[in-house]
């Protein structure tokens, strides 16, 4: 397992325990775009943002889509396993455990990352999934018993399908998941409340786990 798979950006947390984001950008993104959204939800913590592989017309994506909302299938499914060997490689590397990630993605990242949850489960097990729809729909059903994901969702969101959303959350929760999700008035583009949601679930997970 190598950390050279993906260009990234490692930044160390400010004190002993504190969590490490995964930081999982939107389309067009790269490794620095979600790093003030990480430091406005979880000051203070470990941050890894990750940059997608594959360029679409220039703008980097976690993986292949045939139109918009339709993704390759095939693609996702390596790139997925490619995603989650670089985490585990990354957690020995900077020496971290994989229980204390938080995955933070948005849009094409919280795809990856919900596609990162079903096809590997373990690798993550918190998750804050902004924007997110279902992947793909795995050949196994998961089991996700230690997991915690929140979602939040833009009921005017015209790129997400809400059906896909509810589908994702149903999936989540019959794998053993424990899944908040939250429905806002707001498109796809994240808003105070979606960063306000994070930091308050953050919260709460590191008051619970201490
Ligand atoms: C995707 O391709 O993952 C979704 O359509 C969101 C996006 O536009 O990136």
């Known amino acids: 397992m190598s950390i050279e798979t993906h260009v990234h ?45 594959v360029s679409e017309y220039g703008s980097n994506r976690y993986f292949r889509r045939v139109a ?8 996702l499914i390596v790139r997925t396993h490619a995603l989650a060997d670089f ?7 900077y020496q971290f455990a994989l229980s204390s990630i938080i995955a933070v993605g948005y849009s094409n990242g919280a795809n990856i990352a919900a596609s990162t949850l079903l096809l590997r489960p373990g690798v993550i ?19 996700l018993d ?7 969702a833009g009921a005017f969101d015209d790129l997400i399908p809400k059906a896909s959303t509810q589908r994702l959350a149903e999936a989540l929760r019959a794998a053993g998941a424990e899944v908040t999700l939250s429905w806002q008035n707001v498109d796809h583009r994240l808003t105070q409340e979606d960063l306000n949601a994070a930091q ?3 919260a709460g997970l590191t008051n619970a786990a201490t």
């Open 125 to 143: 097990q918190r998750a804050v999934l902004y924007r997110a729809m279902m992947p793909l729909e795995p050949e196994q059903p998961p089991v």
């Open 200 to 202: 308050a679930w953050i």
């Open 87 to 93: 985490v585990e490689a990354a957690a020995q590397r």
């Open 68 to 75: 918009e909302g339709v993704f390759d299938i095939e693609d």
């Open 9 to 53: 950006r490692f930044i160390p947390g400010k004190e002993a325990g504190a969590p490490t984001l995964l930081l999982l950008h939107g389309t067009g993104g790269d490794e620095n775009s979600l790093l003030p959204i990480a430091e406005r939800v979880a000051h203070g913590a470990a941050m890894l943002g990750v940059r997608g592989n």
């Open 146 to 152: 230690e997991t915690k994901v929140l979602m939040t």
